[in-house]
C-alpha cells in the first residue's frame, strides 16, 4: 500500500485561534479564563519532524483585574502522511508560563510540559510549504511567587490555524 508522502522542508510562521482554554481547580484559583487563545508559531521542519518555538496568550479575570497569561513553548512535532496531503501531527514540548498582576510579590511563573495533537493540511499546490491545522494541546505547569506555589496548574485549549513558509 501506497501513502501518499507530503514532507517538506524548511522555516515557517504560523498563527492559530484557540477556544477558551478549559482549566483544573489549581488554575482557577488564581483566574477565570475570559475569553479565546492566540498563539504565534516559528518552526523548522526537516521531512516530518519540526522543532517549534510558541507563544501562547489568553486573557484571565483575577482578584487584580483582568491580565494575560502567557506561555512560551519549545517543541518537537512529529507528522504523519494520511492522503491527499492531509497529515496527523503529536507535539511535546516544555513550556515557561507567566502572569503578570502588576505586583512583584503576587507575579506567578513557572516552568511546565505541554502535549499536543491535531491534523493538517498542506497548501503544496496553492502555496509552497504552507497549510491549515485543527489542534489541541494541553499544558501543565507549576507557578510560583514570593508567597509559595501552585502545584499542578493545567490548561487545555483547541486551535484553528494556518502557517507560511518562510
Known sequence: MAISSTASAGGYLGLALGT???TNDAFETQGQPLGRSLRGLLGFRFANVSIEGALNGFNVATQRGDQTV???SVALKLSVPIANNFEGFARGGVERTWLSL???RFDLEGDG???GG????RLNAVLANASVFLDYNYHRTDLHNTG???RGTSNGMWGLGFTIGI
Not at 491535531?118 to 493540511?121: A, H, I, L, M
Open 70 to 72: 502567557y506561555e512560551a
Open 118 to 121: 491535531g491534523v493538517e493540511y
Open 113 to 115: 510540559w505541554l502535549l
Open 102 to 104: 502588576d505586583d512583584s
Open 20 to 22: 477558551k482554554p478549559s
Open 148 to 150: 509559595g506555589s501552585i
